[in-house]
């Protein structure tokens, strides 16, 4: 059988739905490819009392864990809801076709957590990625869907790509803005949220530029037309 179990945000977020399956499981694999974890596996460890191995994007989408839950029962652990990412409903899609049980462990995510900016949920609209530029690589998709989801008045949720330090997130940020016209005032910055280190702020992108200490994992987010409440709250921040 396979599990497919959410750690939720910080190290004691794993339910304990999500424990009970761990024990059950003969091998249990930490998927470390979506998000800069900032507590160790040996920590996962301690709090599970079984061996963890990490795995990347490769043995993930080769099916390999798949294939192995046909013999014995298999974990994969992810950070926050398991499903947030494709790779993982690939896992579900796979095992349905092979006949191979399977169970979903669902825990707190990133996408619910940015509730805390008082920003109205039902106001966010397609979720963006911005990865890491480098030599003749800068993707900007990720400005398109600001674009678009402002012309909706919806606010935009950016999830970072794992290794990008946020000056350079701010950098591609200010740069493809620039580039697709587009103002930017205010944005929000979340720092490990759901932690006692969680952080959030809300600045322009120059008093950003001043500021030092955003820990990883963070988001962006750029908000719409804000309902009076959600100003409220944000100018209180």
């Known amino acids: 059988m396979l599990y497919l179990i959410g750690l939720g945000l910080n190290s004691k977020g794993i339910s304990q739905e999500g424990l009970e399956s761990v024990k059950k499981c003969k091998k ?4 470390n490819y979506t998000v800069d974890f900032f507590y160790t596996k040996e920590i996962l460890e301690e709090i599970t009392g079984k061996k963890i191995f990490t795995v990347g994007r490769e043995e993930v989408e080769s099916l390999e864990i798949v294939d192995e839950a046909r013999k014995k029962d298999v974990a994969l652990l992810v950070y926050g809801s398991p499903l947030t990412a494709t790779t993982h409903i690939t896992l579900i899609d796979e095992a349905k076709k092979c006949g191979i049980k399977f169970k ?11 509730a805390e900016t008082g920003l109205q949920i039902y106001k966010f609209g397609k979720i963006a990625s911005m990865p890491m530029w480098r030599k003749n690589f800068e993707p900007k998709s990720f400005i398109e869907v600001i674009k678009e989801n402002s012309s909706i008045n919806a606010h935009s949720l950016i999830l970072v790509d794992i290794g990008l330090e946020f000056p350079d997130a701010l950098k591609q ?3 493809s803005a620039e580039e697709h016209k587009i103002e930017l005032k205010k944005i929000i910055v979340c720092q490990m949220l759901g932690t006692n280190k969680s952080k959030i702020l809300y600045k322009t992108l120059k008093e950003f530029e001043d500021y030092t200490g955003i820990r990883k994992p963070y988001c962006l987010i750029v908000p719409s037309k804000l309902h009076f409440v959600e ?3 944000l100018e209180k921040i």
């Open 173 to 175: 940020l200010k740069k």
């Open 28 to 31: 249990i694999y930490l998927e």
């Open 104 to 114: 979903v462990v669902y825990s707190a995510s990133i996408l619910d957590a940015v």
């Open 231 to 233: 100003k409220e709250f």
